[in-house]
């Protein structure tokens, strides 16, 4: 079964521009999250999808948005890129929304706001 | 609020010789717990988890990790430490009485398994 994809794998953009990352989970994998990976702050949770709502979100301003589609791809968007956005975003997908399922993730989008 | 302390930045050990990576965790419930591995310019591998049932969980690649929940730990362990080990390791909980797959993650610590 193929893994979590992630495109694009890196990316360069201006500060003031937005961006757009995609999700492609497991196939099966109906929930799917997006975490923000920083030296500074660590692995920190943006917001999760489930059946095209969003059922969890993280403490991160609203310039950080994201949607799910029916087929539970899904999409992040920044606008209003700064400096400190530069990061390693990462998605990741899980079978279910509740229960001890484990998350498995993709390799990441390199976001570098220059 | 939850939240995951893994104490040590690094750890250092020679091949052959047994790891233990520390996790501590607070939660208001009760917890899922889980490790992952990253290596470099890679996103996260799922290791091992614990949810419920005996306190010894045995994952990927000969890891295991013990559950001690008067002491709110789930420690990693391996027997036998491989220079392929060597790599960042996070640990990360799940509030059982939360809805959602939210993880929230350790800072990571370090391994370097030396020849």
């Known amino acids: 079964k193929a893994g979590v994809t992630q495109t694009p794998r890196y990316l360069i953009k201006t500060r003031g521009q937005q961006v757009t990352l995609s999700c492609s989970p497991i196939s099966g994998h109906r929930s799917v999250s997006w975490y923000q990976q920083t030296p500074g702050q660590g692995l920190q949770f943006l917001f999760e999808y489930f059946s095209e709502t969003q059922r969890n979100k993280g403490n991160f301003p609203g310039r950080f948005s994201g949607r799910q589609f029916s087929n539970s791809r899904s999409e992040m968007n920044v606008s209003t890129l700064e400096l400190g956005d530069s990061a390693l975003y990462l998605c990741a997908s899980s079978l279910e929304l509740a229960g001890g399922h484990e998350q498995y993730f993709g390799p990441g989008t390199r976001l570098t706001v220059t | 609020a939850q939240s995951v302390a893994q104490p040590e930045d690094q750890v250092n050990v020679a091949e052959g010789n047994p790891l233990t990576v520390k996790c501590t965790y607070s939660?208001?419930?009760?917890?899922?717990l889980f490790w992952y591995v990253q290596y470099p310019n890679r996103g996260l591998q799922f290791l091992l988890k614990?949810?419920?049932?005996?306190?010894l969980v045995k994952g990927s690649y000969g890891f295991e990790a013990e559950f001690n929940k008067s002491q709110t730990s789930f420690h990693l362990k391996k027997p036998s430490a491989l220079v392929s080990d060597s790599a960042l390791y996070f640990c990360a909980v799940r509030d059982l009485d939360n809805a959602g797959n939210m993880l929230t993650f350790g800072g990571g610590t370090r391994l370097m398994v030396k020849p």
């Open positions: 614990y949810i419920t049932g005996d306190n």
């Open positions: 939660v208001s419930g009760n917890p899922y």
